[in-house]
C-alpha cells in the first residue's frame, strides 16, 4: 500500500495497524486531570498534548461533558442498550448531523460499530463492499503515517476520480474529526463531500464510540448485526453529544486553525536551525516533528517528559514526535508546551553533537 495520505486501497484491505505507535506506557500514574494538566502520582504536574491520541478534544474531565455523563447517571437510565433507540441516541446523532458536509447530512445514516483501533474503517470497507462496489480510502492527514496532509488539489482529484468511476469515496476522519485539523471535519479544507465518513475517538468525548457515516442509497441492503451490537453506549452517547455541540457553538476548529498555524510557523522557524529535525508538518492542532536519526524521537519524547510535557511518537519507526493539544489549550498554553519542547529538542542535539 502507498504511503500517500491520499489513500489508496480497495475493498477488503485497510491498511490500518492494531496499535497505535505512539501509545506506549510511560512512567506517569495520573491521579487527577483538568484541561491540559494531569497530575501524577509523585506529585508532579505535567502538560499532556496526547489528549488520549486525540479523543480528548475538549481536554481531561471538561465540565460540559462531566455533566452530560452525570445527566446519564443520575437519570436512572440504563447504561447500555443494544438495539433499543434512546433518548440520548437520538441527541448524538442529530447533533452529528449538524457537523456534516452539505451534501452528505441530507442522506446521511449513522452506523455504530467497535470502537476498537482498526475496526471502523474495516466496517466501512464492508458496508460498501456488500453494496456491490469497492471502495477508496481518503485519510485527509496520514497521522499514524507521520502526520502529512494531503494537499486539497489532489483530495479534489480523487474525488473527481472516484465519483466519474461510480466508486465510493471514503473519509477516515479516525483522527482529523471534530475541529482537530481547523475544520470540524478534515474533508471540509477541500471543499470535498465523500460518500462514506468513518469517524471515532473525539465524538465520543472522551469515552468509547465511533461510526460509520453514509449516503443512504449506498448500502441499502447491508446487513446489520455488527454494527448494532455496539450501538448501546449511553455514556458515550451523552459525552460525545455534548463534545460535538460545544465545538460547534464556540468555534473551535476556527481556534485550532489559527492557533495551530501560529505554532506550525513557530516550530518551523525553530527546527530551521537544527538540523536533527527534518521536517514540520500538520494541519490545525495535529502537529509532528520528523527526526532524520532513529530513537531520535523517542529521545526527544522522554527529554520532554522530564520537563512535563507528554507528547506521542507517531510515522514509520516512531520517528515523528505528534503534538495533539485539546482544541481548549490557551495562548500561554500553547507558549508553554512549545518551550517545553523546543528545549527537548535543543538538549538533546547538544547532546548528540548532530544528526
Known amino acids: 500500500?502507498?504511503?500517500?495520505?491520499?489513500?489508496?486501497?480497495?475493498?477488503?484491505?485497510?491498511?490500518?495497524?492494531?496499535?497505535?505507535?505512539?501509545?506506549?506506557?510511560?512512567?506517569?500514574?495520573?491521579?487527577?486531570?483538568?484541561?491540559?494538566?494531569?497530575?501524577?502520582?509523585?506529585?508532579?504536574?505535567?502538560?499532556?498534548?496526547?489528549?488520549?491520541?486525540?479523543?480528548?478534544?475538549?481536554?481531561?474531565?471538561?465540565?460540559v461533558v462531566l455533566r452530560a455523563i452525570r445527566s446519564v447517571l443520575d437519570s436512572g437510565a440504563p447504561l447500555h442498550t443494544p438495539g433499543l433507540v434512546t433518548g440520548a441516541e437520538e441527541d448524538f446523532t442529530a447533533e452529528l448531523l449538524r457537523t456534516l458536509p452539505a451534501g452528505l447530512a441530507e442522506r446521511a445514516r449513522v452506523r455504530f460499530c467497535s470502537p476498537a483501533a482498526g475496526d471502523p474503517v474495516p466496517e466501512a470497507l464492508?458496508?460498501?463492499?456488500?453494496?456491490?462496489?469497492?471502495?477508496?480510502l481518503l485519510r485527509p492527514v496520514r497521522g499514524d503515517g507521520g502526520v502529512t496532509p494531503a494537499p486539497d488539489a489532489r483530495v479534489r482529484e480523487l474525488r473527481e476520480r472516484t465519483a466519474a468511476a461510480g466508486i465510493p469515496l471514503i473519509a477516515d476522519e479516525t483522527r482529523t474529526g471534530v475541529g482537530r485539523t481547523g475544520a470540524f471535519w478534515a474533508v471540509g479544507h477541500s471543499g470535498v463531500v465523500p460518500d462514506v465518513m468513518v469517524v471515532a475517538r473525539a465524538i465520543g468525548g472522551s469515552l468509547p464510540l465511533a461510526a460509520v457515516v453514509h449516503r443512504d442509497d449506498l448500502v441499502p441492503g447491508a446487513p446489520q448485526d455488527r454494527a448494532d451490537s455496539f450501538r448501546g453506549n449511553q455514556l458515550a452517547m451523552a459525552a460525545g453529544a455534548a463534545t460535538l455541540a460545544y465545538v460547534r457553538e464556540n468555534g473551535l476548529a476556527a481556534r485550532a486553525a489559527d492557533l495551530g498555524g501560529r505554532m506550525l510557523r513557530q516550530l518551523r522557524d525553530f527546527a530551521a536551525g537544527l538540523p536533527c529535525a527534518a521536517d514540520v508538518r500538520g494541519r490545525g492542532l495535529l502537529i509532528g516533528i520528523a527526526f532524520a536519526a532513529p530513537g531520535r524521537a523517542a529521545r526527544v519524547r522522554n527529554a520532554c517528559l522530564r520537563r512535563g510535557l507528554i507528547v506521542e511518537l507517531a510515522g514509520r519507526k516512531s520517528g515523528v514526535v505528534l503534538l495533539l493539544p485539546p482544541l481548549t489549550v490557551t495562548d500561554e498554553q500553547a507558549a508553554a508546551v512549545l518551550d517545553r519542547l523546543t528545549d527537548a529538542v535543543q538538549a538533546e542535539a547538544a547532546l548528540r553533537h548532530g544528526p
Do not use: K
Open 1 to 63: 500500500m502507498t504511503e500517500s495520505p491520499v489513500a489508496e486501497l480497495s475493498a477488503g484491505q485497510s491498511g490500518v495497524t492494531a496499535r497505535d505507535p505512539g501509545a506506549r506506557s510511560l512512567p506517569v500514574v495520573p491521579v487527577r486531570a483538568r484541561g491540559l494538566t494531569i497530575e501524577g502520582a509523585d506529585g508532579r504536574r505535567y502538560l499532556d498534548c496526547a489528549s488520549g491520541s486525540g479523543a480528548l478534544a475538549l481536554g481531561h474531565n471538561h465540565p
Open 126 to 136: 464492508r458496508l460498501v463492499a456488500a453494496g456491490g462496489r469497492p471502495g477508496t
